[in-house]
């Protein structure tokens, strides 16, 4: 198998067989900091805590809408705003000091699961070990642990989006892939 890695921006090449056993895909992303804060949200209000939270200032401000106390009101604001203001950020701060965010990543999907690499270092993982595979309308996240993720963005796929998620589904279990194109 010959194998031509892809310049940084995006471009991506490869070999993709559908309907095949053999299916490997190359590609290059970027993670900036709109794509971590987009990662951030999706990973917290999927939470308890985070859905808790939102819950608690929505709770709130209907309080306010029935009695009229100010305080209410602030502390639903300030709870329904606090959140996604402390991601955004954070999200700034992990992007600008994180040295693995400096340069494109290099993904190469394949039968044996996800190998990601980076100047000299090269981390596999196998699908086996995958915890879950999710999108939001940027990205599509595949989490090798409860915390840790592959984040693929859809901007960065191009028209590999549609062969991204395919290997995704199967080599993964349906019950652990919630990806929608």
Not at 115 to 124: G, I, K, L, M, P
Not at 128 to 139: C, F, K, N, P, W
Not at 158 to 179: D, F, L
Request: aromatic share 8%.
């Amino acid at each position: 198998m010959s194998s031509k890695r892809p310049a940084a921006g995006g471009n991506s090449t490869g070999r993709f067989l559908m309907g095949s056993v053999d299916m490997e895909l190359e590609f290059d992303v970027k993670i900036t900091s709109g794509i971590l804060y987009d990662y951030m949200l999706r990973h917290t209000y999927s939470s308890l805590s985070g859905l808790m939270g939102s819950l608690t200032g929505v709770l709130m401000l209907m309080l306010f809408a029935s009695n009229r106390h100010p305080i209410c009101l602030i502390v639903g604001v300030v709870i329904l705003l606090y959140l996604p203001w402390t991601l955004f950020i954070r999200s700034k701060q992990q992007a600008l000091n994180t040295p693995a965010f400096r340069k494109p990543l290099h993904y190469r999907l394949s039968d044996e699961g996800i190998e990601v690499s980076q100047d000299e270092t090269t981390e596999r993982m196998g699908w086996d070990g995958m915890y879950r595979a999710v999108s939001t309308s940027r990205s599509i996240i595949v989490y090798t642990t409860r915390t840790n993720a592959c984040i693929f963005p859809k901007q960065d796929l191009g028209e590999n989006k549609y062969k991204v998620i395919e290997i995704i589904s199967t080599h993964m279990p349906p019950k652990k892939v919630k990806i929608r194109g």
